[in-house]
């Protein structure tokens, strides 16, 4: 990415984000500039500094016209009330409840198709295609909605869960790297499908808690053949099916279950890697307690450029933020509070929901926090762990977040 000053956007540049305003602006969203007169309106609306992302700039032809190509409209500003994150026409509580039973739904979803494999039928991914593109539109309407549902995590739902959690992350990532979004549907379908092949696996070597034996992590590896093959049965084909068989593979070719390298693994494959092990790394599993946001992003940076595309690791984190929606955090006057609206261009200042006192160790009145707010005091200490204060923290979400 790169940080222009509005009078040098230029014609065929890509807009990712607005870093600096004289207002209170909303971009409606991401694209091409492809008008003088979208830059005009820009200008107009306040904005003063964009980013901008210098490998997706068209050419210009002979009339110094962009050269069409299919994408996304380019970006327009409006006035807005109050401050809202890039790329929002919802309200987190407005968008709550369709984003509650789209998971809902999803869950249900799963367990069927389980069911489906067990009786040695088919499963229908008609359905599975619909709730990706219900993902989808949740996303464009409020990411953080969906986003703050993924950290409900039920320690003993991981299998169900993590496809999910998968899909929903992995569209996010996609709608923020500008891809197309019957593309984005495909890989939302893909990743909701990506381990549907660890039904074909013994629950005593799925299950284990502890570490697997050299034959049992063998066994394991063949997850992802055993989902490429479902998958094509049930008439899938293209990136959907790449996510599903490839989600394990590694650029330097240490992957499994067929080994590939680099040049045999596509953007989406790419992205599906990071996104799959960024949720597993965060899952509550009933043997181990999840790792915390920041310390996953550590170790996916650890394993560039070796295992993971390092360019998309850094756009990954840029996307969901340091502190992502649903993280439990600790503020610098010892208040405890929850990550309920991302602020890209200010990650350390969130807006947060204020619920418990840590100094005096009791339950407060929640309240929201806009910590990026001019008149707020209140600074972002450190993301914590709800065991660190004996915290359940699924309860306060169904309790203070869900409608």
Request: proline share 4%; hydrophobic share 40%; aromatic share 6%.
């Amino acid at each position: 990415m790169k940080t222009l000053p509005i009078n040098q956007l230029k014609l065929g540049m890509f807009v990712q984000s607005v870093t600096k305003q004289t207002g209170k602006i909303r971009i409606k969203n991401q694209g091409w500039v492809k008008t003088q007169g979208s830059i005009d309106k820009l200008i107009k609306a306040g904005i003063l500094e964009v980013e901008i992302d210098p490998d997706k700039t068209l050419t210009l032809n002979e009339e110094n016209k962009v050269v069409q190509k299919k994408a996304s409209p380019p970006p327009a500003a409006e006035k807005v009330e109050q401050h809202n994150p890039w790329h929002t026409t919802h309200s987190v509580s407005a968008e709550m409840t369709k984003a509650n039973s789209l998971y809902t739904e999803a869950k249900s979803l799963q367990s069927k198709a389980f069911d489906d494999i067990r009786a040695g039928n088919k499963i229908d991914v008609a359905p599975f295609q619909e709730l990706a593109s219900g993902f989808i539109d949740s996303v464009f309407r409020n990411q953080d909605a969906l986003a703050c549902i993924t950290r409900m995590r039920e320690k003993d739902a991981y299998l169900l869960e993590h496809s999910i959690n998968v899909s929903i992350l992995i569209s996010i990532f996609a709608k923020h790297l500008g891809i197309d979004r019957d593309i984005i549907q495909e890989i939302a379908t893909g990743a909701l499908l990506h381990d549907i092949g660890k039904i074909n696996i013994p629950d005593n070597i799925l299950n284990k808690p502890g570490k697997l034996t050299d034959e049992e992590y063998q066994v394991i590896q063949n997850h992802a053949r055993f989902s490429k093959e479902i998958l094509e049965e049930s008439g899938l084909s293209g990136i959907a099916v790449e996510i599903a068989a490839f989600h394990h593979e590694r650029l330097d070719g240490s992957g499994y279950p067929f080994g590939k390298h680099a040049d045999e693994l596509s953007l989406y494959v790419r992205m599906a890697s990071i996104v799959d092990v960024y949720d597993a790394l965060t899952a509550e599993r009933v043997y181990k307690a999840g790792m915390e946001p920041i310390k996953a992003f550590k170790i996916l940076k650890d394993g560039c450029p070796d295992s993971f595309d390092g360019d998309l690791v850094t756009k990954f984190i840029q996307c969901i933020g340091i502190h992502p929606v649903g993280t439990l955090v600790k503020l610098e006057s010892q208040k405890l509070a929850v990550v309920t609206h991302s602020n890209p261009t200010s990650p350390l200042k969130p807006q947060v929901k204020v619920f418990y006192n840590a100094k005096h160790s009791r339950y407060t009145e929640v309240h929201d926090i806009d910590l990026a707010n001019s008149r707020c005091h209140e600074n972002l200490e450190a993301a914590i762990k709800p065991t660190d204060f004996n915290i359940d923290l699924i309860k306060f979400f169904k309790h203070s977040i869900l409608p």
